[in-house]
């Protein structure tokens, strides 16, 4: 028990992911809403580059209004000596005046043996990822992935679906302006 409350559980992770297999483009399915995205946005990916230096390039988009918001970041390994799936990310902010590191947890709770989908939580259970190769996940396996969430003591009540357009709407949405970084500072105040 701590300060009267018991202690949650471990969250479960994971092992051996293969970092060059798991980089690539992977589509937000679902999600916690996090003051740090934005609001509203639609298409969101992430796009994960391995460097030679073991860590990883990360860029986070979407689009609001037809205008592209975008953050980068880069990710390494909490230990690279242990199995588990737990990566640490830094973001510096705001996007459009980097002064401030912004560290998050990126731990891989279940990964499809063909790294078609994976699920990403961190330890205080306050935001989940559902990600795909794919802009749609099948529901069958959206649930599976839910149910498991839900296990490891996530209130999947919370997340809210992302809705990805067809190609052609894409096309014309990555041709639209760059947000510069303004959506952050909507986020961070509410709106």
């Not at 980097?98 to 078609?116: T, V």
């Not at 795909?132 to 209130?155: C, F, N, V, W």
């Amino acid at each position: 028990m701590v300060f009267g409350r018991e202690k949650e559980a471990a969250l479960h992770v994971i092992k051996g992911v293969e970092l060059e297999r798991y980089q690539g483009k992977w589509y937000e399915i679902a999600s916690m809403p996090s003051r740090f995205q934005p609001k509203g946005g639609r298409n969101t990916c992430a796009t994960y580059t391995l460097q030679p230096d073991g860590t990883v390039h990360v860029l986070n988009e979407t689009w609001l209004d037809g205008k592209r918001a975008s953050i980068e970041g880069k990710a390494r390994k909490v230990d690279p000596s242990n199995e588990e799936a737990k990566l640490k990310v830094r973001f510096w902010i705001p996007p459009f005046l980097p002064l401030f590191p912004l560290d998050g947890d990126y731990w891989i709770m279940l990964l499809d043996l063909d790294y078609r989908w994976a699920l990403v939580g961190q330890p205080s259970r306050r935001y989940l990822w559902v990600l795909s190769r794919t802009p749609h996940l099948d529901e069958e396996i959206y649930s599976q992935m839910l149910a498991h969430a839900e296990k490891e003591g996530y209130d999947v009540s919370q997340l809210r679906k992302t809705p990805h357009d067809d190609d052609s709407a894409m096309e014309s949405a990555k041709k639209g302006d760059n947000d510069k970084g303004t959506w952050w500072l909507k986020s961070v105040l509410g709106k």
